[in-house]
């Protein structure tokens, strides 16, 4: 099989979810009124999350605030006045995430982070997409099906 070296091979969607300015009013929508199977995680009190394929159909859906997602991209709680605040969060796990950083660089877009390890293990890069939503291509381990 040959691979095109200008596309990404996106496998699945990672996860996503709203990224919070108000941390009490998104928890009341979305675990107290929508009802969805929510949980902090651990050593994190604002970011609440679904354990993976607990909601069927999605791999992983949390709620971050805006401040810890500034603090990933940034390291600073404050989002850059000069970048827009994104509403929501996207991440697509790729087979490879040099080719694919370095796609995105080809074709122009301006990323916020690049191949970097969290501290939770994912290596993710990040970047806006046009409609403003905090974008990530990542290596997600524990969510692949060939992790042991």
């Given at each position: 099989m040959t691979t095109d070296l200008n596309e990404i091979d996106v496998l699945f969607v990672a996860g996503f979810g709203p990224v919070m300015r108000d941390t009490a009013i998104s928890k009341a929508f979305y675990k107290d009124t929508l009802r969805l199977p929510l949980k902090h995680m651990e050593g994190n009190s604002d970011y609440m999350m679904t354990d993976v394929d607990v909601l069927a159909g999605v791999k992983h859906f949390a709620l971050w605030p805006l401040s810890q997602a500034a603090q990933s991209c940034f390291a600073?709680?404050?989002?850059?006045?000069?970048?827009?605040?994104?509403?929501?969060?996207?991440?697509?796990?790729?087979?490879?995430?040099?080719?694919?950083?370095?796609?995105?660089?080809?074709?122009?877009?301006?990323?916020?982070?690049?191949?970097?390890?969290?501290?939770?293990?994912?290596?993710?890069?990040?970047?806006?997409?046009?409609?403003?939503?905090?974008?990530?291509?990542?290596?997600?381990?524990?969510?692949?099906?060939?992790?042991?």
């Open positions: 600073t709680e404050e989002w850059p006045e000069d970048i827009p605040v994104p509403q929501g969060w996207v991440e697509f796990e790729v087979q490879d995430i040099e080719k694919a950083t370095e796609i995105l660089i080809k074709k122009g877009y301006q990323l916020l982070i690049d191949k970097r390890l969290e501290p939770w293990g994912q290596t993710v890069t990040r970047l806006l997409s046009p409609e403003g939503l905090l974008t990530g291509v990542t290596i997600t381990p524990w969510l692949r099906s060939d992790a042991s």
